[in-house]
């Protein structure tokens, strides 16, 4: 599977989070995220493992590649990357 790979997160990666185990958000000024159509990075890979395993599997695998890299990428900066990650995108599936 290409997103096996080392987990990372400041909690309990077992239990998904929930908008309220995210950290407040540091408005990083100076912040440019990747752009979409550029190949993922060792820590991206490693985020989107753990978002994977939080969202489900088949859950995950549905998202277009587009709207992914979106969430990934301009959350990049946060402290609680992942948990931002799974939590803004899980609420926009939710409203889609």
Known sequence: IFFQSKKISYRDESVPPTRADLLP??????????????????GEVAVLATVR???????????????LMCFLRGYAYRQDWAETVYVELSEAL???
């Not at 000024?29 to 060792?42: D, G, I, Q, R, Y």
């Not at 395993?53 to 709207?67: N, S, T």
């Open 25 to 42: 958000d540091p408005k990083v000024k100076a912040f440019t995220p990747a752009s979409e159509w550029e190949p993922l990075l060792n």
């Open 53 to 67: 395993e939080w969202l489900g599997g088949e859950r995950f695998d549905a998202v277009p590649y587009d709207l």
């Open 94 to 96: 939710d409203w889609r």
